[in-house]
């Protein structure tokens, strides 16, 4: 069956400080990858996507995510997080013949002055 | 351009009530989407449309529930009694394509009492 698992349910962090969340996901081939971020009372803002080529892939607000194939492994790093980073991020995975985007049950991020 | 615009932001109604949430998606954009967030079950895709045909509505929970798409740029989502079980934030996410990266409203806050 196909999943996204999030390991990571809570991560507390300084300002300044580097951030990774794991995502694993689950699918009998190559998927479509993304991770969004949700902010209170807020809609999903998408990040950065993977669909193909260079695995480290850039997005906005200076967040990063490594595609491992051999690891099943899609992780969000940024290497200094700001006050404002602190929400709910989620992972999310479409499969290669797929429509439905299957997401992560979500990391929520709390940043520590 | 203005992103997947909802309506309302806010609905708070009494339980037998009908209630109707409205989307508007990205011009162009022929995947839409109506997903439904609680604490408890997370992120569910409810519908699913392309060039405005309901392709999978299998996430809808109950005959209770009905969505349609008259044309490219608007779609509601019904809900025909209500119950203090359907308070959640429902949203709607329209993308380019059917696997492209989905857009993602505001949403839609419902309380039923």
């Known amino acids: 069956a196909q999943s996204v698992t999030q390991p990571d349910i809570h991560i507390t962090v300084s300002e300044g400080a580097s951030l990774e969340l794991r995502c694993n996901y689950s699918?009998?081939?190559?998927?479509?990858l993304f991770w969004y971020v949700q902010s209170p009372g807020q809609g999903l803002q998408l990040l950065l996507k993977?669909?193909?080529?260079?695995?480290l892939v850039q997005g906005i607000k200076g967040f990063e995510a490594e595609f491992k194939r051999s690891q099943s492994s899609f992780n969000l790093r940024k290497p200094s997080v700001h006050w404002s980073d602190a929400a709910e991020y989620f992972c999310a995975v479409v499969g290669s013949n797929d429509y439905k985007l299957s997401f992560g049950a979500g990391t929520t991020v709390t940043v520590r002055a | 351009d203005a992103g997947v615009i909802q309506s309302p932001r806010h609905e708070v109604t009494e339980m037998g009530q009908e209630v109707t949430l409205r989307c508007k998606p990205i011009?162009?954009?022929?995947?839409l989407f109506w997903y439904r967030q609680t604490m408890m079950r997370g992120l569910e895709l409810l519908i699913y449309f392309n060039n405005n045909v309901p392709i999978d509505d299998s996430g809808m929970p109950e005959d209770r529930f009905s969505a349609k798409m008259p044309n490219a740029s608007f779609s509601t989502l019904k809900i025909q009694p209500s119950e203090p079980r359907d308070s959640a934030v429902y949203f709607c996410?329209?993308?380019?394509?059917?696997?492209?990266?989905?857009?993602f409203g505001p949403g839609t806050r419902l309380t039923v009492l």
């Open positions: 993977y669909f193909s080529g260079d695995t």
């Open positions: 996410a329209s993308s380019l394509t059917t696997r492209n990266e989905q857009f």
């Open positions: 011009s162009g954009h022929n995947s």
């Open positions: 699918y009998g081939a190559t998927p479509y």
